[in-house]
């Protein structure tokens, strides 16, 4: 966050609203330079991507070992066994030819077989996405809107009662490992307290009707939910703060109060637009997490997502899983990071004056 | 300083500039009280880290010569209860207090020399090999850092050594950016111009004038890697990646999973190690804090 531009130097070329129809401009010269942006970190994110792909071939099969091996650990295996498994996975092949095959098959959708369900890993995958979703999303717009909120009342009276609270609380929050939390409110919640399900997303006795099933889901979404926003919570809350914090003294600031407005409004009104732009970006580069930040509140809660599967490939050990997940993660964070940039020639009319 | 610079010789002023510039810092530092709360809590961790082997007997750890029964409840012998082979678990929070640290300690140390090495030559010399480590620490930045790491101990086997090696890869990142912008500052200043002038080499200016220059800001923010490495290494070790020879805090919770200490209700199994966890964390970030408001005067009157 140290290259975003702080909104402070800007809160002195005027009035907020005069900025923003400037930043609408004339709409043909813009086009050609937005193409060009566009085009510039399409071709970051390409290679960005490319490497992903060429480090995971790298990590997996050439530090990672022979497959059959780790396959075959537990029970012995005759060498003819050994080479049919071999031919089986593609694995007789030269490596060069092996890197290939990977590299046209991921880019085509083909991402192999998993070892453990020996089913397509792109079908595992497309089964497994609208857990992941539903617990992450469902976190991450409830950690922004709680982190936005009282970031944006905690930054506009620095050391008063309640920001020293909050910003205690969510400091604590953010130490806390989000292993340990989610155990511990599975602890209170639904062993003592029995308020809640202790794991799973969908309990076997509940009837299959549309209803029943969509509460018996969200009866077990609360736990998961609530520790994942605890612990993302508090990046928020803190980009929100300092993001006020450098607005408070502004000039517009004392002409908006000048004018007879409530302080309520002119924070709502006037402070917290202008302190978006570094708030927003951050949701955008965090999307990315949608995908990819639940892992461990999955692994607590044997929520049955992307991020459970991938700890279970780890023991199997189940390297065509791993890998596709590990390809999958980091290209959801690569493209989160491109949407950002896109959306950062929107949101700040600079960006455009200087390309 | 000027009638100083007269009698003294230029290696004692420099000394006692720098000797000036740190009380000049703790003094800034010591009137942040969260800071000194931080300081003095973690003082209290390390030194019973370093009393661990006094205070607990390798008896108390292994898991033939446990005494107590399965998952006891606190008792009078047993402070805090026992584990699932009934060792005591304030024995085994004590003990894991060492492997935490050391690791967490470790990991950001070799992060910040892979860091200050990439991030202080590409400031330097710039050109392609400059452009060349800005983006590849770029790419690195922008990786999820649980999952590179899984991926890496997944295939790199599980050991102190590859858990160092593998939070050390996912964390060098940031500290090349800060080194690397705070160096193309310094390195335009005019006092840099002037030791070219004298006929300065190369790794005189860095050594020198460049590296005493952004090791302040290094400090601080090795100060913030570290409870995140402690963090990575707690979560690794919970999800059954740490070395399984050793106890740490992430270990001890693992075992508490896989035997069901929570469905057992055994809040005394499970609590100590995460508020240990929780407590080192919360204190390097309390002292992290109050370093970046010292030698960033930008956040100074901000922190809490």
Known sequence: MTDSPSSGDEASQGNPAVRHKRAAGP???????????????????????????????????????????????????????????????????????????????????????????????????????????LLSGTGMVLAVALGFWIGARSGWKPGSRFDRTQVGTSLLLYSTPTFWLGMIIILVFARYLRLFPVNGMRSSSTPPELWPQALDIAHHLVLPVLTYTAVVYAGYLLVMRSSILDEVGADYLTTARAKGLRDDDVRRKHAVPNALLPSVTLVFLALGNVVNGSIVTEA???????????????????????QALFVLFSASTIIAVFCAEILYWFIDPRIRRSS | MSTDAKTLSPRAVTWARRRQATRRAWDAYRVQRSGMVGLVLLGAIVLLAIAAPLLVSPAD???TQATGGRMDPPSAGFP?????????????????????????????????????????????????????????????????????AIALLAVMGRSVVTTIVVIAIVSWSGTTRLVRA?????????????????????????????????????LASATLLVPSAILMESTLAWLGLGDPTVISWGSILNEASNQGAVSARAWWYLLPPGLAILLVVLSFMMCGRALEAVFNPRLRGESS
């Open chain 2, 61 to 63: 750890l292994s898991v």
């Open chain 1, 300 to 322: 607590v809660f044997s929520w049955p997502g992307l991020g459970s599967m991938f700890v279970h490939a780890i023991f199997y050990p189940d390297r065509p899983v791993l």
């Open chain 2, 182 to 218: 705070q160096t193309l500052t310094v390195k335009s200043r005019p006092y840099l111009e002037r030791a070219r002038a004298l006929g300065a080499g190369d790794w005189h200016q860095m050594t020198k004038h460049l590296l005493p220059n952004v090791l302040p800001l290094v």
């Open chain 1, 27 to 133: 709409s043909g010269r813009i086009s050609s330079g937005f193409a060009r942006y566009v085009l510039k970190h399409a071709g970051g994110a390409a290679v960005s991507l490319l490497l992903v792909l060429f480090s995971s071939f790298f990590i997996f099969r050439l530090v990672g070992g022979d497959p059959i091996d780790q396959l075959t650990s537990e029970r012995p295996v005759s060498p003819e066994q050994r080479a049919a498994m071999r031919a089986e996975l593609g694995l007789d092949k030269p490596m060069w030819n092996q890197f290939t095959d990977y590299i046209t098959g991921t880019l085509t959708g083909d991402l192999g077989e998993s070892f453990q369900y020996r089913r397509p890993i792109l079908e595992l995958m497309l089964e497994r996405l609208p857990a992941t979703l």
């Open chain 2, 80 to 148: 805090l209860g026992t584990d699932t082979n009934g060792r005591s678990v304030l024995a085994l929070v004590l003990w894991g207090s060492r492997l935490s640290l050391v690791i967490g300690l470790t990991a950001t140390v070799v992060a910040i020399v892979i860091g200050t090495l990439l991030g202080l030559t590409s400031g330097y010399y710039g050109g392609w090999y400059g452009w060349f480590t800005l983006r590849f620490s770029d790419w690195f930045m922008v990786l999820p850092s649980l999952v590179v």
